[in-house]
């Protein structure tokens, strides 16, 4: 469970009160995470139906209400108390719901329980990424799926600068500057190395574009996500 509500490390890659209100809201409408992120993940994804899925860092719930809304049966486990609220509010009890730290182990999934496991804009925030890799591979039953999203590493090398090759933790400024994302960007070699070497085996990668419907009210950020990528997804398999 989140027991270390007031630890800077944790308070910062965990997106809590204020950030947390601004996340939930922004991605309802965002062109990364609304047209871009989701879209690109749901389609990965595939037919959901009857699958128990475990939504790794659920934040606002906007994946689980789809992938329930779809047929899925959807466990949510978020460290943040304010994005577990908004949660809560978007599925309606269609989904179960948990307060869980990512830096911990999961103890409450029992070993090949998940038939697929959603991990979005999560894993570059998490520190113990080995330690969760591991845990989710022993939560999913042998031949599930696990998909991951995260920052593209040139988007973060244009971002940030310096070598492509770093592995620092930065800072995003979002929100005009009102608030920064706090999360390790790292090489492609690095992020796939992570998920090959706790035992997946790479299925599709994927440079999402945004989805078309983000022509119609914000063409500029149609057309710069589609000359850029900001996001790299990846489907694996558990053998
Ligand atoms: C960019 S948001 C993505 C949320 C959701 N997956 C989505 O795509 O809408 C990153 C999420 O990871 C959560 N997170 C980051 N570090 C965490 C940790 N150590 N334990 C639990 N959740 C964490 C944040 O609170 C936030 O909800």
């Not at 992120?37 to 128990?52: C, E, F, H, N």
């Not at 179960?96 to 090949?112: C, K, M, N, Q, S």
């Not at 989805?211 to 589609?226: F, S």
Request: hydrophobic share 45%; aromatic share 8%.
């Amino acid at each position: 469970m989140w027991a270390r509500h007031d630890d800077p490390v944790h308070r910062a890659t965990a997106y809590h009160d204020a950030l947390g209100d601004f996340f939930a809201k922004n991605a309802d409408t965002s062109p990364y995470n609304a047209y871009t992120d989701r879209p690109a993940m749901l389609q990965l994804a595939g037919d959901v139906s009857g699958a128990r899925i475990l939504d790794v860092g659920c934040g606002a719930g906007h994946y689980a209400a789809e992938l329930s809304a779809r047929g899925a049966q959807v466990v949510g486990i978020e460290g943040s108390a304010t994005l577990l609220r908004h949660a809560r509010a978007r599925v309606n009890g269609q989904a179960e719901l948990l307060l869980h730290d990512l830096e911990e182990p999961l103890g409450f999934a029992a070993d090949a329980s998940f038939d697929g496991a959603v991990c979005a804009l999560v894993l570059h925030h998490v520190r113990n990424r080995a330690q969760l890799l591991d845990e989710l591979r022993c939560a999913l039953r042998p031949g599930a799926w696990l998909l991951v999203s995260t920052t593209h590493p040139t988007a973060d090398w244009r971002r940030f600068g310096d070598s492509y090759f770093s592995q620092d933790w930065s800072d995003l400024p979002v929100a005009d500057g009102s608030f920064a994302i706090h999360y390790q960007r790292m090489p492609l070699e690095t992020f796939l190395g992570e998920l090959l070497t706790a035992g997946f085996v790479l299925e599709q990668l994927i440079e999402p574009r945004p989805a078309v419907g983000l022509r119609d009210i914000d063409e500029a950020a149609y057309d710069k996500l589609h000359q850029a990528p900001c996001f790299i997804a990846v489907k694996l398999r558990r053998p």
